[in-house]
Nanobody, 120 residues
Framework: VQLVESGGGLVQAGGSLRLSCAASGSIFFINVMGWYRQAPGNQRELVAVIPIGGSTNYADSVKGRFTISRDGAENTWNLQMSSLKPEDTAVYYC???????????????WGQGTQVTVSS
């Protein structure tokens, strides 16, 4: 399973950005889709996840400002970020919990990360 992110960049505080993630490979099923982020000196933290068939989950710090969505039945998902703050500056990682066709079990998969920088 390969994940490729797009859409990061530099934005002023109060602005918006949209991140996208595309999963490819011989995927049997993706059970969870999501986004994490890691700021310098901090641990990687959950931003938002969509469990297939379950409810979306957001970090308290982004509730009401970020929206995670899936593109229909495609293995792509997005993170719409609005009212961005300087503290949202981080490398954002696309994530999924999936089962490849050739594997017996589900596993965690990560994208390479995309930088989001919010200037004050």
């Amino acid at each position: 399973v390969q994940l490729v992110e797009s859409g990061g960049g530099l934005v002023q505080a109060g602005g918006s950005l949209r991140l996208s993630c595309a999963a490819s490979g011989s995927i049997f099923f993706i059970n969870v889709m999501g986004w994490y982020r890691q700021a310098p000196g901090n641990q990687r933290e959950l931003v938002a996840v969509i469990p297939i068939g379950g409810s979306t989950n957001y970090a308290d710090s982004v509730k009401g400002r970020f929206t995670i969505s899936r593109d229909g039945a495609e293995n792509t998902w997005n993170l719409q970020m609005s009212s961005l703050k300087p503290e949202d500056t981080a490398v954002y990682y696309c994530y999924c919990f999936a089962k490849p066709v050739s594997y017996m079990a589900y596993d965690n998969y990560w994208g390479q990360g995309t930088q989001v920088t919010v200037s004050s």
